[in-house]
């Protein structure tokens, strides 16, 4: 049996410190806000979204919330982005993507200010962390990885590690951090052979594909640590499930999350932090 990493204790540890930051900007007259820009009702991005709410209450951050029905205009989405753009007591922007079909995301990230993007989501956030130069804000969720390992001590530097899942939201930018770490890192995705045997060798996985219980037990040996931060809704079994066949990879590796109670906590604890962040700089 492995040892499961929950996210909660991850995130209590992170909230400490956030809160004294929340507390000393309200001592100048400064109240931390996050505007949420939620276009739909996927189920992944409510999750995430209760999340991050009770997050921002448990810290003392104030939430603005814009939802837009599913079939809004891209015309209505820049709109919606213009006015939190404008809205000086709106410190940063959460906006959930995938964006519906009919809509232009990049066109929508690229409207957002820079300094107002919490999840890395502009041109000029996913170059510094590319750039390593420490400007800007990374994806939340990949943070979140980096600072659950940490957390529980599991050593990136000069270990293997290998990230299922080539996107700007997860994969790439979570690679980036794991080398910025000084992990030597493999990143996989629909094209790649023999996935099972390049997973196998990784002490380090990371499962960012977005595809329901898609890496079962054949991925995984002795000793490996599992972060799976898929968020997928599975019909069959009524219930959120992950990346990762857990009750097969489960008794196989050292170390793994669970879904949800895993990542979750420690992304909406990083996405929290840079409200409080970009609060401070503004």
Known sequence: MSNVLRGKAVADAMDVETTARVEALKA??????????????????????????????????????????????QAD????????????????????????KQMDEA?????????????????????????????????????????????????????????????????????????????????CHSRTQNMPDVVKEADIVICALGRGEMIDGKYFREGQTVLDVGINWSEEKGKLVGDVLFEEAEPIVEAITPVPGGCGSATTAVLIRHVVEAAEKA
């Open 107 to 187: 066109e929508a990230c690229e409207a957002l200010l820079p300094e107002k993007d919490l999840d890395g989501i502009t041109r000029g956030s996913m170059a510094s962390i590319y750039s390593g130069t420490g400007a800007g804000f990374a994806p939340c969720t990949a943070e979140g990885c980096i600072e659950l390992l940490k957390y529980y001590g599991v050593e990136m530097s000069g270990k293997r590690a290998v990230v299922i899942g080539r996107s700007l939201v997860i994969g790439k930018p979570v690679a980036m951090l794991l080398m910025a770490n000084n992990a030597t890192v493999t990143v």
């Open 28 to 73: 100048k007259g400064v109240e931390p806000c996050i505007g949420i820009l939620r276009v739909g009702e996927r189920e992944d991005d409510l999750a995430y979204e209760r999340g991050a709410l009770k997050r921002a209450e448990k810290n003392g951050v104030a939430v603005k919330q814009v939802l837009l029905p599913a079939d809004a205009s």
């Open 77 to 100: 989405l820049l709109a919606a982005i213009k006015d939190l753009n404008e809205d000086s007591s709106v410190h940063g922007v959460l906006m959930f993507r995938p964006l519906p």
